[in-house]
């Protein structure tokens, strides 16, 4: 995964029609192949563009939803040049290999899924603790009386940021 950062808006439009620079060149690299060789790598040009859309947004944002986009955007990919790959054989080596594919990219959705909802547990563990926190401040303000409770109050609704 992209260590996240966040860059300027002229660096992200750049960054933007280069991918689309890149995607289109490597499309047409593809242009002389043939069968099933050309389809993978109509796959793999197509599997790049997107995890680097992906990656490029993270970048841009550093949001925790835009870097499990990039894992899925992985997966799927990964998915999609694999199935095109699974074409070279038939039968049952066929089946089997496509199974395999499937397998590996709900493998990786899973695990994007479950960085999403540990990343989501973080986010409510730190908001439960901070409320307890909260709590326990007003708790001992009440000990007080007058400015000086007064002024306790407004510091820790001050420091736990509470209205």
Known sequence: VVQAQTMTKPDYTTAKTRISADYKGDK????????NNKDICVEQAKG????????LEYSYTAKDTDRNKVLVAKAESTYAV?????????GNAKDVCRSEAKAVETKALAQAK????????????????KDADYKVAIEKCDALAGDAKSSCVTAAKAKFGKN
Do not use: P
């Open 82 to 90: 694999a199935k095109e790959r699974c074409d070279d054989k038939a």
């Open 48 to 55: 790049k563009e997107k995890v680097a859309r992906a990656e």
């Open 28 to 35: 047409a690299a593809c242009a002389s192949m043939a069968g």
């Open 114 to 129: 479950l960085g999403k909802e540990i990343v989501s547990a973080e986010k409510d563990a730190t908001t439960d603790m």
